[in-house]
């Protein structure tokens, strides 16, 4: 799944024709990655059991009638989500505040029962995501009278020209420091009126804290009786749930997945795609007796993960294109994927979300539930800080044990640089930056480089000019140095990397 301002997944990446690129496979399935990155995974028992028995397939996979109901119960808490911040803290919370929620939900270690989307509601406890979301907006947004509307359209229009004026002559300007000093002095006398407006609104947000608190308390607790009340309600599988009626119609550009009244979309390539990969993974289902019903499953699972909006969700994970993934097979013997799902994967073997549904397609589970052997890796992890914070921390504890173990681990890392002076550096950062595995890095800068969006599988157009920097970084023990070689080696395959990227949009 993987990858926009600062923490809230917003996406403000911008999608391009996709002109003169090179021509490059799209996946590599030709890669032994078990041998290659042998690991230990809660659903190696599940993956054995479809190559088996065609009623393992079905008894393991879920029903259609089960992911719908999954759906609505996401969607209904999504809204109820909203009621209740709108209810408490007369404030909207912010699109994606709901979805960071989810994405921390799917990174815990689920309990047998668990549900495969809302696996730790109870998270909301110890969690901070929700609270960070709704404090930054908290009390509440700046509002107008409408009559009012009009005035400030025509001030933000002066604005913006004056602005866009002022960065052209900077541009033009061999002397922007002093006109900067220049600026600056002419808003000295201002400055004491602004400083005490800043600390008295300080003020108020610190007198407010408490009824914040115990407004995030009845949210808290809101949320977690509603969603355990809406999983009570999770119908029973029923005879002939097996053959509900999929059909897959191949059209002009994409291909459409219909169960009753409900019709998902998939590209032509990525449909294949799915096929090559049941084909592999589920060798029991030849026929492909359930592959309809699979693909359905899939598609809703991460359009309900992803949310209702176009762009919704999709901001939080781009894939790194698959001419970097060649050059990391060639360069660094990367052999699987930490995160990935079945329509973004390269490999044919790789870690993601729902293995209750993705092992069908060659899931080894989640990244944090692997216990990894030895290999190379490539870890791009999901744009929220909580799971990419958990990411550096896992990336570095294995590295630990493998260095204890004497077998040789190598990670190459894609996070997006989130490091502003107003904040504090984020921990993903500082874990991977300290760390004593590290033998290389790169940043690469916002606009120069395009990755490709979390929700290819239903869109036109594949690939995203990235509006952030991303960092790369390898990490390796000293057994694990054997993928890159020398220290100027890694250093100098690092810096392909960055040159593939920027390839992506020339």
Not at 399 to 427: C, M
Request: charged letters at 25%; glycine letters at 4%; hydrophobic letters at 35%.
């Amino acid at each position: 799944m993987g990858r926009h301002g600062r923490n809230d997944g917003k996406r403000r990446d911008t999608p391009y024709r996709e002109r003169n690129r090179p021509i490059v496979n799209p996946w590599n399935f030709l890669l032994d990655c078990k041998t290659l990155c042998p690991a230990d995974s809660p659903v190696d028992s599940s993956a054995e059991a479809i190559q088996s028995s065609i009623d393992e397939v079905d008894r393991l996979m879920p029903t259609v009638a089960e992911e719908i109901w999954r759906a609505d119960i996401v969607l209904k808490l999504r809204d109820e989500y909203v009621k209740i911040c709108t209810d408490q803290l007369h404030t909207r919370p912010r699109k994606e505040s709901f979805n960071r929620w989810l994405f921390e939900m799917v990174a815990e270690t689920p309990k047998s029962s668990a549900d495969p989307v809302l696996r730790c509601p109870e998270v909301l406890v110890s969690s901070s995501v929700l609270e960070t979301d709704l404090y930054e907006a908290f009390p509440i947004p700046l509002t107008t009278l409408f009559d009012n509307v009009g005035h400030l359209r025509q001030f933000a229009a002066e604005y913006k020209k004056a602005v866009s004026d002022w960065t052209d002559h900077g541009k033009a300007s061999e002397d922007v420091p002093a006109a900067l000093a220049a600026m600056d002095k002419t808003l000295e006398p201002d400055r004491p009126d602004v400083t005490a407006f800043v600390e008295a609104c300080k003020t108020v947000r610190a007198t407010l804290r408490p009824v914040f608190d115990s407004a995030m308390r009845s949210i808290h607790s809101h949320l977690i009786q509603t969603t355990e009340a809406q999983l009570g309600t999770r119908p029973q599988r029923q005879e002939g749930d097996s053959t509900a009626a999929v059909t897959i119609t191949e059209g002009r550009d994409d291909c459409a997945v219909d169960h009753g009244n409900k019709r998902l979309h998939i590209g032509k390539l990525h449909l294949s795609k799915l096929k090559e990969l049941y084909t592999r993974h589920c060798t029991a289902d030849a026929d492909l007796v359930h592959f309809n019903r699979a693909v359905f499953v899939l598609l809703l699972r991460y359009n309900t993960f992803f949310g209702p909006s176009r762009f919704q969700g999709r901001a939080f994970h781009a894939a790194a294109p698959e001419a970097v993934f060649e050059h990391l097979v060639t360069a660094f013997g990367v052999g699987m994927e930490l995160f990935a799902s079945p329509t973004n994967c390269y490999f044919s073997h790789y870690c993601s979300a729902f293995p209750d549904i993705d092992v069908f397609f060659g899931s080894r589970g989640s990244a944090f539930d692997l216990v990894i052997t030895s290999g190379s890796y490539e870890a791009n992890p999901p744009f929220t800080l909580e799971v990419m914070d958990r990411t550096a921390d896992l990336v570095n504890a294995q590295l630990e044990r493998a260095e204890q173990a004497g077998v040789p681990l190598s990670f190459v890392v894609f996070v997006p640089v989130w490091k502003d002076p107003d904040f504090p550096i984020p921990h993903y950062h500082q874990a991977l930056e300290t760390s004593k595995f590290l033998r290389a890095q790169n940043v690469t800068p916002a606009g120069d480089y395009a990755f490709i969006s979390g929700g290819q599988f239903d869109s036109r157009s594949r690939y995203w000019r990235c509006t952030h920097a991303t960092a790369t970084y390898v990490l390796q023990n000293k057994q694990g140095k054997v993928f890159g070689g020398s220290d100027e080696d890694v250093q100098n395959k690092v810096k392909e990397i960055d040159q593939i990227l920027r390839n992506q949009v020339r």
